[in-house]
Every structure is written in structure tokens, then in C-alpha cells.
């Protein structure tokens, strides 16, 4: 038989003496995870990105007194008194289509045909649209009187030279890189995003679409986390499979090039955990348990520069943990906002949720016609609970659960 751990804080076969609070170990994320430096990024590979410094115009937006519709070009006093039968014949002297301004310049009486986008000709103050004038021998008709400044899109009409037209911290949005480009940026300065390195132990793994051994389960945590993962803004540097085997998972801890760090499977109070007790020995391990379910394994610390996250192997808990810990710390690394970027919405809960004062419980529901269908606050291996579920209700640490008829706040996997 197999004595205890020398080291007291050596939670193996021994159980976890106490949990922190969802809140207390948030605190920490947040407390580490300030937004990393800046880079410049081409344009064209800005979507998603967040600024890091206030974009301002140039230039004008338009540059130019440009026509907004397809039509003629006018002096509007000319045109005062237009009807259907008292038209007023303008001679046309010219041209204007965009990138190709006319060379000649509108007087009294007079009209230049032109293009949408166009430069306004010296002289003209307004466009009449095609729809309300008609070509005749000898010029153009107009039927319909126009105001001055009518159908003319006017000098930074859009965006004025001098101003903030995207601020820092605005995460880019693809109008975002097109209003940049208006203005003509080629790049833009934005945040750093963090390079997260995701082991995954566990002999009992088998890789899918390889050979499964008669005791071994195909593994998805490094499918599940790399696409959270890159949903939060991060750069998914390597994925390791490692057998658990203490000097492997050691080296991987230690190899250069990452940011984040990710241990799926090993955290918990098995003989063969050895993560928890590496990354203590390497680093700091300051939290290592907490009040919730699922995912009470879940453990977080640093190892220099690096932040390092421990999430459970059943696959729900690792989705759990990375919701509330994991992708927190990506996201704010990234300088993107901290909360989950589930969109929330009320319902009335079909049937009670049942809950535990002291911790808080991750329950995935279905909406239904009934109202919000609790389907599991356990099974922490079920992860078919979570395709099943439109998303998840979170029971506060002080709370005994719902009863039925309460409206409850339902986060959403996908809207």
C-alpha cells in the first residue's frame, strides 16, 4: 500500500480539504488577465480583432460634392416651376460619371447628365433624378422643381477629417473594416491575442478515427476547447496528447510559446493527477477546487508569464470550467470583455431545478412550449446534455434552485 502525499497541499487520495467560490476564483482570472500589448494587423486580416488605439479619419468622407442619384445636374433656381406640362428645357453641356468629373462647368439654363457617385460640377447645386426630367432636341426637360443641396452627397457628409471613427476597444466588426478602409487604413493597431497551448491526458484516450483499445473512449475535449478557443479570440498554438506520465506532461508545461495553458483530464484526486502538483512545483497552483458542480476540479495558477488551467475530463466539466474561468482569461487577454459571450434570455421554468446552498450549479435546459425543461444538473460525462440543450441556467451559491412557474435567466449555447 501506497503512503500519503508528503505535501500537505497534495490533494491525491486524499479529497479536496476546501473549495473557493466561483467568485473568489474569477477575481483571480480578472486580477491576472490584463490585455496583452498591441501589434499592427493588415486590414483584411482585422475582423474580430479588438483596437487597441482610437482610429481617426484623414480625409473627408466623401472628399468630393458627389451626386446620389442617376440624373442631371443643375442650378435648382432653374428648376422652380417644373411641372408635367410646364417643363423646363435645360441645355445639357456635359458629363459626369465617377472617377470621370465633367469638364465643364453649369450656368444658368444649363444641365450636365450624371452618374451616381459622381463629382458635382462647378456651378450646380443640386440633381434632378432621371425619373423626373426627359432628353428632348436640344437638351433636357425637367418636370419636377429640386431644391438646392438635393440628391448631393456634401464634403464629410460621412466622416469628418479629425474624428474618432472606430474607438479603442471595439472588438471589429465587418462595416467596422469598411468604414477603415473609407478612410484609408491599410492596418490597423489591435491587441495582442493569446497563444493557448491544450494538453490532454489520459491513457485512456484514442484519438478519433484511429484504433480504440476495448477500455479506451474516443477523446473530444480538444475539439470542444479548441473551438472556444478560437470563438474567444485566441490563437490555439498546439494541442499534445500525453499519456500520464508526469516528466511528459512536465515538458509540456515548460515549452516555450504559449500564453495560456489548458490541462484537460489530471486534475482532480487521482494517484496519477500529476498536473495540479507540477504546476505548484513549477509555478503557483492558488486555487485548486471550487464550489461548484460540475466541475469542482477545476484549478488555476501560473507558471512564470504563463496562465495555467486545470479542467476536469468529463467532458461537460471541461466545457464548464472553460466557460467560467478559462475563456474568461482569453478574453480578457485579448482585450475582449470578460463575460460570456452567450446571449441571455428569460423564461418560465417547466419543472423545479433543485440546488445546494454553497455552490453554484451549471443546469442545462431545453425551451420547450411547456416553458425552460431543466435536462441535467449532474452527469458531468453526459455531453450530450449540451447538444440537446438550447443552454444552461446558473443557480447562485445562496440558492436551495427554482421552483416551477419562476422565471429564470437561460444562457444560450447558439441564438
Not at 474607438?167 to 462595416?175: A, D, F, K, V, W
Not at 467560467?324 to 423564461?347: D, M, N, V
Request: aromatic share 6%; hydrophobic share 40%.
Amino acid at each position: 500500500m501506497s503512503s500519503p502525499p508528503a505535501d500537505p497541499r497534495d490533494v491525491r487520495m486524499r479529497g479536496f480539504p476546501f473549495r473557493v467560490t466561483v467568485e473568489e476564483a474569477q477575481r483571480w482570472v480578472d486580477d491576472q488577465a490584463a490585455p496583452m500589448g498591441s501589434e499592427s494587423v493588415p486590414l483584411d486580416e482585422a475582423f474580430g480583432r479588438v483596437l487597441s488605439a482610437d482610429v481617426v479619419a484623414t480625409v473627408d468622407v466623401p472628399g468630393f460634392a458627389r451626386s446620389a442619384m442617376d440624373g442631371y445636374a443643375v442650378q435648382s433656381g432653374d428648376t422652380v416651376g417644373a411641372g408635367d406640362y410646364s417643363p423646363i428645357l435645360l441645355e445639357l453641356v456635359g458629363e459626369s460619371y465617377p472617377g470621370r468629373p465633367c469638364g465643364s462647368a453649369v450656368g444658368p439654363g444649363q444641365a450636365v447628365r450624371i452618374m451616381t457617385g459622381a463629382p458635382l460640377p462647378q456651378g450646380a447645386d443640386a440633381v434632378v433624378p432621371a425619373e423626373t426630367a426627359r432628353e428632348a432636341p436640344g437638351g433636357v426637360e425637367i418636370v419636377s422643381p429640386v431644391p438646392s443641396r438635393k440628391h448631393v452627397g456634401q464634403v464629410g457628409e460621412d466622416v469628418r477629417a479629425g474624428q474618432v471613427i472606430l474607438p479603442s476597444g471595439r472588438r471589429l466588426r465587418p462595416q467596422d473594416l469598411g468604414l477603415a478602409a473609407a478612410v484609408g487604413q491599410a492596418a490597423l493597431t489591435t491587441r495582442v491575442r493569446p497563444h493557448v497551448r491544450i494538453l490532454v491526458t489520459g491513457e485512456e484516450l484514442a484519438e478519433p478515427g484511429g484504433p480504440r483499445g476495448a477500455w479506451q473512449t474516443y477523446e473530444a475535449n480538444s475539439f470542444i476547447l479548441r473551438a472556444l478557443v478560437q470563438r474567444d479570440g485566441g490563437l490555439v498554438e498546439s494541442i499534445v496528447r500525453l499519456p500520464d506520465d508526469r516528466t511528459q506532461i512536465r515538458a509540456a508545461l515548460l515549452a516555450p510559446g504559449a500564453d495560456v495553458l489548458l490541462v484537460s483530464g489530471g486534475s482532480s484526486v487521482g494517484a496519477e493527477d500529476h498536473a495540479p502538483g507540477l504546476i505548484r512545483e513549477l509555478g503557483e497552483l492558488p486555487i485548486h477546487g471550487v464550489a461548484m458542480r460540475p466541475s469542482s476540479p477545476a484549478g488555476m495558477g501560473r507558471i512564470g508569464g504563463v496562465m495555467a488551467f486545470l479542467l476536469p475530463g468529463n467532458p461537460v466539466s471541461c466545457l464548464c470550467a472553460y466557460d467560467f474561468f478559462a475563456g474568461r482569461a482569453i478574453r480578457g487577454l485579448g482585450g475582449r470583455a470578460r463575460e460570456w459571450p452567450y446571449r441571455r434570455k428569460s423564461g418560465v421554468l417547466a419543472r423545479k431545478i433543485a440546488s445546494a446552498i454553497g455552490r453554484v450549479d451549471y443546469c442545462r435546459v431545453r425551451a420547450t412550449e411547456a416553458g425552460v425543461e431543466p435536462l441535467a444538473l449532474s452527469g458531468a460525462s453526459i455531453l450530450s446534455s449540451t447538444t440537446r440543450a438550447d443552454g444552461f441556467v446558473v443557480i447562485p451559491a445562496l440558492c436551495e434552485g427554482y421552483d416551477a412557474g419562476v422565471s429564470v435567466d437561460v444562457w444560450r449555447y447558439q441564438d
